[in-house]
């Protein structure tokens, strides 16, 4: 998982990087683990990129280093294995269109046989990354310009992929044809544009946002003005629902959704599937929130916000030899004791991915004076590893599909727990007429798969 | 403001310095400016303290420096001008009593005074703390043991303290006869004690809450066992209102109050004195939530999370020379738009200091799309500074000394502001029988002030 | 300018980056602006490149992030300009070969056109190095092998090379066949090899220096043995001069001269072509300590080391803003006055680039009390920058392109100064029959040159 | 060991910090450990104060929160033990003359006692310094001014002091009335003046060196001027030999003499004492140089720098697990195998400590190729340990101490082994009229001690 941004400035006062800079901050929650920016002036180009969050990395001396008024900016999920520092981007090389730069949201699923192919033409890679091939695939086209470059490169991946190429003189942003990530188009108080992942970017920045890119669509920004093509074959639209359920901010809009809402009314449609007597609703901070507002809302049962979240987290901490039992739930959550004393609680999360952090916050509560705790949970299990960017478990990490949910309500030690049905996850997010990816719980690729290792 | 802990383990396998830091950790909210641990294994010392927070500060490597099953732990606010490293706590010293290391929350009131006849007699000062007049006035005490000295030197000085002192061999808490600040008494599993300030210290470390230390006493931890003084003239107690109001954490039990009970009781006496006719609750997180969710529930008025906080602030963030419209309440807080689209909206925060925030935010709200927006604040106008540890503005600074609250009102741009009243602020923190300093309101001083310098 | 390192250990025990890690610092003097080695247990390789020196870069944690008994390391002169870090080495990538990385000493000529080419052809490239260009036109070479499409590579480059190549099961040393930069082979005490720049390189780690890799010789090393081959046209050799005068260690063997051997040779020369009368030879440390000697032995006229050098120099110094006059020469030197009063004195240095040294320490002399200074220089004033891998300054920057050598006397307000003759550096140094580059000194290439920019 | 430096500028304008830190960096040699300067504008008092070399702990902002014409440095060497941060030098106090800082070298022996008694009437320390001692004595008086009171402190205690006090309007240097440790006085360009250890720091920050301070002799400098008391007993002077023979820098003039040409006149004398058949000598880099020269004066033996000496050593190095023998020797000096291979070596150093250093030297020597190895050692034998502030051995860790000289040479595995004679040394010593502390020879001290721990 990871956020892009792309920034031309109207004029050549826009500090382009420093906008590309809080942008990246505002979608730091898509991914803490390397952070980067590449600016131009129009003619010099120019790049910091590095391990760590983006407000640790980026340096007034290292903005300074990145002048103009073009910017792209990308931070990037801490997956496992491949944290290498060279795999940061955005990527930027130099091929016949001059220096080129390529901040990349998504994963593609064709890259083991290009690759193969490449390196057996002569091609050397650098990095283990989609966006390299993407790039070489570009440098090798003979389509003409840039943009037509990037379309036939692009024609010949298939899988997710929004992403934000910068040359010294133009900006171009693609969103594949089917629209698994998100890309919004914004403008700029001076009249320039900015790309974001999420429109929580804007906000910050103070853009505007104007609209979504389209799936297949490819938007490019030049001196000459704004221009869209839709180069690709068209296909089912499959925007990734959980970008809608866990990813993304819930100040941002995405696919036409708030978040915000659309969590909520997750949550009210969870108190109409699986009702229960109680007396206070919970939220797991700061994911449940929305759907456990949704659930007391519908329930009429009270919200409290029971546990609370320390702000400080940051480094690792060190931990006592004799270890303090659920150490790391505790470092993050703790209990207000007069909401849970005697009481029977709902305790709402939008999904439990491996259980153990459930099993011990239905602990915590019970220490904490609880009666009965009732685990309620926003979206349905999830099954499959996602292929198109998110950083997912194993088939076997899925708690649920090495037990039922009664073995699971058992093992967090909960004294009921339901999930959010899949239909009725998919009626809620239906509201606006839109198809999506459900391929963590169906296991139905919208596509073929050629890659074969994980 | 600052935060005090000590630890005394049952057993030499007590790794006392880490649960002194972890204590600390969740009291970094009472102080970020610096972070210190002083810890003894009955015979030897060791002293680790500097500057910043108390998980940046302290390493693997520094904990591990700090050896033994007795410690005490001091984490500071950044006040306004003497934030020099050396004045940073536990202070420690040598003396007749052997190494003795001093951990202080509060303000002494007397102490200019006093310091110029040290200074007179031939004294010399290592810092400008209250902190070391109290040991220097120990350890010129002919009184007799460590306890006797320290006894009479609290009874030369006056104002507020909850300070714990320890020895190669003893552990002593005390708390100021009017019992200004917090400090309360938890066992660990293994048998051993611990001081806190805030019970939500208790709550990570897995100790059991015991008790409140008690306005003028003294405890005494000693391998001998636990002997508690009264040592000083009874006075009426005098417990910081304001503790309950902002600074104590939600999770805490302070007073004898469940902080977040609390702030729910001031929330909905609120809605009772200002209610206005409203399509939404939204709080000012996190300080605003618990009297937001008051007001709701007595208003009926739904409860919505409509500013979003981000989570990952740190360092300085480096902001565009065309500033960005109030850049600093933008990095902290965002809209969630759906919530506030062609709402009335109540918006509900703690307390307004110096203004600029309060009139940010409702800029905010208003762009969001709120048709009207309401300020409701859960405690009345402060007027006074605090002469007695909490980090206040002077007089001017408080905008109720400059302005009516119409006059407010209008500089924020609200359709309508409305604090809790000071006689329903007390019927609500009077419900457990309890006296409490009230400076900030009313002026009147609970004791004659000597020094002369703000 | 740089310094090469190989370590093949002839078991998997052998902690080979810490050997090329150690090798690397002995050979600090040839590059300090960035440190990298990648290494190889025969199966995986890692990577750890970045700036700085490298007992600064390197820690504890990195080196233990390099496993193998494979490594090769480069550590690489701060010259102007291009100082990013991408252009660190060993450079590593990935092609039909599997992982490669190669570390560089010295610089091509026909790289321009060669770039232009492959660029044209649609090869994207990440740096702006010779290296890449290596690797480039090795990965697309048909030839067969690693050697042989290594072979094939740097029969399409001209210039200076002496380059380490490393897979996971093979290590390869190259000379160009001129022969510029030095590049010798030595046995490890476990029976393993090592290709370093400089002999005393192997002196740290323990390994014996068995011979020159010869202009134009590639040898590898595999499991089953090691290998010789001459894959190029024969050439006349052409080891560059420098090495000798100026920037190999003294206590190096370099082109089959001692390195102290030889400047303590040029140094009598120069006193036999540049009596003077005087009372004390003093050399400018540490460069011109040995031909100091020579001059000293020759001339009967007694050494002193008269200036003393600075050991503790690192960071930058702040300076006071009311200069102290030539700063930068006083925080390096230090003249012992007793040395220089009352004495005619001729100060030995190897080389006089701008000349502005040179003045601060004519001064320096005089007022520790010379009574006159005569300057002496144990090479000829080189006019030609270098394009061979040397950092030298453009045509108008060398001072003896502006001035006569009575005009640079003046400038440096000797009382006489002279330099070796070009003819008798010729005559010490082919004491072994060896013909070598002066280009600096002649302008003559030894070969036709392509690239057209500096 | 220490170096100390006072400056008071002549105008508001001189940057005093900044020549204090500089002066300091040129005594670096004299203590590595910490670092500190306190500045002063005549009205405020600035410290920054901590671990670590001049010029890693002080940067361009720290420097610049120094402000003031006024300023003492203290660089202090890490002497085994009580390493802790709040011993790090100047101290800085408030007290009735206001806020007093003191920059010591030496060590006192009648500390403990006098601390005692300050403990049981009611003193309490921060530190475990001597300076402190000096402070609390200073403090507690009743003399009347600073000057006085500081008097009537020192007439207190017994042993070495060169110290330097400063309030914000006053500056005043001590020596003790033996006079152990050198400082000096030197006038600015500006008119001001200053305060050195040694003339190697006045000669960066181009001060004129007016004269040595006296041993006994008090000099305050005031607005009003230049004072010089002499208020203690006259004692016989007793400056540290072993600053002549080891400690200070080759081109300082330390009580009257030029280190440089004293060392060169051990170096004869040497020759004179312990002649021997050889072809070259080569003294240990640095501090064996100019007694090596002497050496090879006196005797003909042509004079070689045949020990390389790595002038990048900083960090802590990564050493194999499968060590390299000697790699501490190792990554400090490397032979010039050509000086050594087939010659009779004679090799100069200053001292031997603990022998380790001089057998891997010697097995260098001869892994080199050297026929025979004669050592030679520039000063006799010491035995006791330094009660007058050099960090030495104790007792047991002086190799003389243990075994003979024929002992040592056969640990050594010298072919010879020759000491500088006690006679000898003092008769070159004492070219100046001068009677020296020769206690690490003799055991005998100058005066009666009463300290009991090491």
């Known amino acids: 998982m990871c956020g892009v941004i792309g920034v031309r400035g109207a004029s050549r006062n826009t500090e382009a990087s420093i906008l590309a800079y809080l942008g990246s901050y505002a979608q730091q929650h898509r991914g803490q683990e390397s952070a980067g920016i590449v600016s131009s002036n129009g003619e010099q180009v120019y790049e910091e990129v590095g391990m760590g969050r983006v407000n640790d990395f980026f340096t007034k001396e290292r903005l300074a280093r990145l002048p103009g008024h073009l910017a792209i900016g990308h931070n990037r999920y801490a997956t496992t294995g491949a944290s290498e520092e060279k795999n940061a981007q955005p990527l930027l090389i130099d091929c016949m269109h001059g220096r080129v730069a390529l901040a990349h949201n998504g994963n593609l699923v064709n890259t083991e046989q290009i690759r193969d192919e490449l390196v057996r033409s002569g091609v050397l890679f650098k990095t283990t990354t989609d966006t390299e091939i993407i790039l070489q695939l570009m440098a090798r086209s003979c389509a003409g310009d840039l943009t037509s470059c990037l379309t036939d490169a692009l024609k010949q991946v298939e899988?997710?992929?929004?992403?934000?190429?910068?040359?010294?003189?133009?900006?171009?942003?693609?969103?594949?044809?089917?629209?698994?990530?998100?890309?919004?188009?914004?403008?700029?108080?001076?009249?320039?544009?900015?790309?974001?992942?999420?429109?929580?970017?804007?906000?910050?920045?103070?853009?505007?946002?104007?609209?979504?890119?389209?799936?297949?669509?490819?938007?490019?920004?030049?001196?000459?003005?704004?221009?869209?093509?839709?180069?690709?074959?068209?296909?089912?639209?499959?925007?990734?629902?959980?970008?809608?359920?866990?990813?993304?901010?819930?100040?941002?809009?995405?696919?036409?959704?708030?978040?915000?809402?659309?969590?909520?009314?997750?949550?009210?449609?969870?108190?109409?599937?699986?009702?229960?007597?109680?007396?206070?609703?919970?939220?797991?901070?700061?994911?449940?929130?929305?759907?456990?507002?949704?659930?007391?809302?519908?329930?009429?049962?009270?919200?409290?916000?029971?546990?609370?979240?320390?702000?400080?987290?940051?480094?690792?901490?060190?931990?006592?030899?004799?270890?303090i039992r659920h150490f790391g739930v505790k470092v993050k959550h703790n209990p207000v004791r007069s909401v849970f004393a005697g009481k029977r609680v709902v305790v709402v999360d939008d999904s439990i991915v491996r259980g153990t952090t459930s099993k011990k916050l239905v602990e915590m509560a019970r220490r904490a004076g609880a009666r009965e705790v009732h685990m309620r949970i926003s979206s349905p299990p999830p099954r499959e590893p996602c292929l198109y960017g998110i950083d997912t478990p194993t088939r076997e990490g899925y708690i649920a599909n090495r037990f039922t949910i009664e073995e699971i309500r058992r093992y967090i030690d909960a004294d009921s727990l339901q999930y959010l049905s899949y239909d009725g996850m998919l009626a809620i997010a239906q509201s606006t007429p839109q198809t999506y990816c459900t391929t963590c719980w169906t296991g139905k690729h919208p596509m073929p798969i050629h890659n074969l290792s994980p």
């Open 159 to 323: 899988g997710a992929y929004s992403l934000i190429v910068m040359s010294a003189r133009e900006m171009i942003a693609v969103r594949d044809p089917r629209g698994f990530r998100p890309l919004c188009l914004g403008r700029l108080p001076d009249g320039g544009h900015v790309f974001v992942s999420e429109t929580c970017a804007l906000d910050l920045i103070e853009a505007e946002y104007v609209r979504d890119i389209l799936p297949g669509e490819m938007v490019s920004l030049r001196v000459d003005g704004i221009q869209s093509f839709f180069p690709f074959e068209t296909q089912t639209h499959r925007p990734c629902l959980f970008e809608l359920i866990y990813f993304s901010r819930p100040d941002s809009m995405v696919f036409n959704h708030s978040v915000y809402v659309i969590r909520k009314a997750f949550g009210r449609q969870l108190a109409r599937e699986a009702p229960v007597f109680a007396d206070v609703v919970v939220p797991v901070p700061d994911s449940g929130v929305p759907a456990a507002l949704g659930y007391s809302e519908e329930s009429g049962i009270p919200f409290e916000l029971g546990l609370t979240r320390n702000h400080y987290v940051g480094r690792t901490f060190i931990e006592p030899v004799q270890t």
